[in-house]
């Protein structure tokens, strides 16, 4: 939190900041997310998969101590399966947000994970409370290094 003050106060003195949208932001949300306990370091030039899956889920208040205890003691045998990329939390703007992020070499290679994943007897891994799930697949940008 320290960085990101100190980045937003810099970005305040340039008088080009924030720039001018023309009027096409109608909404604005900002999160900030928490990678889990479990997550090994982001970052690195890993070169995980050819498309993404991203989860994100929002439980009832209170739900996410559970969820992060039982994502911590089956992710180890989860990712014999395939390697997760990101997993974190929401700790400012909307709250009890999950969020996880697979890496897969194209859509065949997610299925064939999705369904040897529900082989685990430890898996899926969740808490009570999902009142929503959002789900999208994801495609990194030529310059991306997630490419």
């Given at each position: 939190?320290?960085?990101?003050?100190?980045?937003?106060?810099?970005?305040?003195k340039d008088a080009h900041w924030p720039p001018n949208s023309g009027g096409n932001i109608i909404n604005q949300n900002s999160e900030i997310w928490t990678p889990a306990e479990f997550m090994r370091p982001m970052g690195?030039?890993?070169?995980l998969g050819g498309i993404y899956e991203m989860r994100i889920y929002t439980y009832e208040p209170g739900s996410m101590g559970?969820?992060?205890r039982k994502w911590g003691e089956a992710i180890t045998d989860?990712?014999?399966v395939s390697p997760l990329a990101?997993?974190?939390y929401t700790e400012l703007g909307n709250l009890n947000r999950w969020c996880h992020v697979w890496p897969y070499k194209d859509l065949e290679d997610r299925d064939r994970a999705r369904k040897e994943a529900t082989k685990l007897s430890n898996w899926p891994s969740g808490a009570p409370g999902r009142i929503k799930q959002e789900n999208k697949i994801l495609i990194p940008a030529e310059f991306s290094p997630m490419a």
């Open positions: 939190m320290e960085e990101r003050n100190r980045i937003r106060t810099e970005a305040a690195g030039g890993q070169k559970e969820l992060l989860r990712e014999t990101a997993g974190m």
